[in-house]
């Protein structure tokens, strides 16, 4: 690996006590708007009690390894709950924290935060990652090589909100404003990001809004067996509100689940984004990763626009046990006329398992391989999509 070029002095220490008091923020005003039985979906204590103390909660520890992190070690939790105004019937908000250190000098700090309110008439996705990242760029394209591999440190802040109200027939509506800096640290001598004319290579910030629109008849958001989940993002990106770049971002995200037994799910997915303006390398469409095209690297190929199409057979063994087995496919281009040219296809499977007997919550074990001799492990938390 390349001797990499030292930019300035990691820094990360503030940002560590930023996320856990915005976590804290966020668990109280949840708490303090909760509805207090001890609940999961299809698992009620009929009770009308309020007590804005009683959550259902989850530690997570971690422990796995992926391509791009190699070993990686943590925990976390998860609290469940119902806001106030919310009846037994209406879907459970929860908030996620994990933090996560990894054999490869890695650091990952994720909140995720789900509300439903009046019954699910509202809802706010609230999303918070930083990330201390030595990676690997490969350079853009769908064409791109092993060799071509060259070593970069950066750090990732990106905070993400979504405020949506319910439509008729399932319909959701709202707003997204989305945070990412992307601040590079060291890089590889001699590099294509040294050289300074990957965008992107001198670091990002980006400030976006957009929209988003959905259907979601799923009968569950964390471990779906029937319904759809049909959903399109705009992002606009522009300096006129901060950013360094500017560019536009359209995402669609498609998937159906079909019950085949009483034991057996099949889920489909279709995703596809497209970028348009000076997009920087980092937040160029990427393949790979826990949940799109598993079997490949995160970042593996990335490019202005992507697809991706995956389907995955799910089984449950017992109770709380279930294997899963996944296909899926996908392209990145500059240009989508040049999809469909040169396939990168995966497969793979996996085990998950339930934490606890009345929370579907769950931990998934996934191993998949790809075109190129590509393959890994995957630790994740709920399924793939």
Known sequence: MERLHNKRTVGWHS?????FGGLVLLTLLGLGKSSAQNVEQGNFIKSDTINIYKVNSLIIPVLGYSPTTQLAYGGGGQFFFRTKGSDRFSRISNILGTIIFTTESQMMIDGATQLYFK??????????????FPNLFYGVGNDTKEEDAEQYDMNILEVHASFLKRLPSNVNFGF???????DMKEFAEGGEL?????????????????MVLNIDSRDDYLTPSKGVFLQFTSNFTSRVIGSNYAFNEFIFDLRKFFKITERSVVGTQGYMHFTM??????????????NLNRGF????????NMYALQAEYRYKLTKRVKLAGFISTGEVSSNPRNFFSQANYSYGGGLRWQIKKNNRAQIRLDYGLGRGNSSGFYFAVNEAF
Do not use: C, W
């Not at 303006?277 to 826990?290: E, H, K, L, R, Y």
């Not at 690297?297 to 202005?304: C, I, L, S, V």
């Open 297 to 304: 690297r995160k970042g593996r190929y990335r490019d202005e």
């Open 277 to 290: 303006g000076d997009v920087p390398f980092q937040a160029m469409p990427q393949m790979g990763g826990s």
């Open 119 to 132: 019954n699910e008439r509202y809802f706010l996705d609230g999303k918070f990652t930083f990330k201390k």
């Open 15 to 19: 940002t560590i006590a930023l996320f």
């Open 194 to 210: 040294e050289k300074g004319e990957i965008l992107g290579s001198e670091g990002a910030l980006l400030h976006s809004v957009g």
């Open 176 to 182: 997204k404003y989305s945070y990412r800096k992307y």
